[in-house]
Nanobody
Framework: QVQLVESGGGLVQAGGSLRLSCAAS????????MGWFRQAPGKERQIVAA????????YYPDSVKGRFTISRDNAKNTVYLQMNSLKPEDTAVYYC?????????????????WGQGTQVTVSS
C-alpha cells in the first residue's frame, strides 16, 4: 500500500513558477513509476509528466514540454514537479500517481495509487 500526499499548489500570476511535491509512504517507493496529472473543471484527467523508477527516463506531453520538469528523490520518497512559465490554461487540480508495472516512463496498467490533489490557479 502506498499513500501519496501532494503539496505546493496555490495561486500564481501568468509567467510565474510553482514547485509541487508528492510525498509517498512505504518503503517500496523506488519500485514505482511516478506521474503527475491534472484535471481542469469539465475536462478529463491528463498526464503532464512521468518519471521512471530510477529517474533515468522522463515523459512530457507537448503542452508542457520545456516548461515543466519532473524529478524524484527516492531517499526522501518524494517526487517533484517544477512548473515554470505558467499559463492560465495550466489551471487545474494536480494529482500524483504511482504505477507498479511500467516500461520506461510509460505505465503498463492503470495507475495503482493516487493522491488527493492540489489546486493550481494561474491568473492572467
Amino acid at each position: 500500500q502506498v499513500q501519496l500526499v501532494e503539496s505546493g499548489g496555490g495561486l500564481v500570476q501568468a509567467g510565474g513558477s510553482l514547485r509541487l511535491s508528492c510525498a509517498a509512504s512505504g518503503r517500496t517507493f523506488s519500485r514505482y513509476l511516478m506521474g503527475w496529472f491534472r484535471q481542469a473543471p469539465g475536462k478529463e484527467r491528463q498526464i503532464v509528466a512521468a518519471i521512471s523508477w530510477n529517474g533515468g527516463i522522463t515523459y512530457y506531453p507537448d503542452s508542457v514540454k520545456g516548461r515543466f520538469t519532473i524529478s524524484r528523490d527516492n531517499a526522501k520518497n518524494t517526487v517533484y514537479l517544477q512548473m515554470n512559465s505558467l499559463k492560465p490554461e495550466d489551471t487545474a487540480v494536480y494529482y500524483c500517481g504511482a504505477c507498479s508495472i511500467s516500461s520506461g516512463a510509460g505505465c503498463s496498467r492503470p495507475y495503482d495509487y493516487w493522491g488527493q490533489g492540489t489546486q493550481v490557479t494561474v491568473s492572467s
